[in-house]
């Protein structure tokens, strides 16, 4: 329970912090798509080294990958929520992980658009 009367401690602060990065690491590890994510974080951001983008460029696609990250940490949390309070089949459910899965897919399909915006231009130019 929340204890109105707790005070600040930077213990405290970086316990919080190690549940934080114990949720990405797990979302990495048990969720195949975003071993996808990563490969397309990785990939997106050497392209983005090697062409030399601008930095209003690189403020961009880092938010961009961001947001993709976002969308699957809620929509695995959301899964794990859904697992844990209706385990048999309910077809609410599968309607609330589609809806999860589908914000996922529009950020990365959002991501892939801003991904040709910003790296066409540069690719034409070194093949032109």
Not at 19 to 32: I, L, S, T, Y
Request: hydrophobic share 55%; glycine share 8%.
């Amino acid at each position: 329970m929340y204890d109105s009367e707790e005070t600040f401690s930077i213990g405290g602060r970086v316990r919080s912090m190690q549940h934080a990065f114990d949720g990405v690491f797990e979302m990495v590890r048990g969720q195949h798509n975003a071993w996808i994510h990563l490969l397309a974080t990785v990939c997106t951001v050497t392209l983005a080294a090697f062409l030399g983008v601008s930095r209003v460029e690189w403020c961009i696609l880092v938010l961009t990958i961001v947001s993709v990250w976002v969308a699957e940490a809620l929509n695995t949390a959301f899964e794990l929520l859904c697992d844990i309070a209706s385990p048999d089949f309910h077809p609410l459910v599968k309607q609330c992980k589609d809806v999860a899965a589908g914000a996922v897919l529009l950020s990365a399909v959002g991501a892939v658009v801003i991904g040709m915006i910003i790296f066409l231009p540069y690719l034409l130019a070194l093949s032109g």
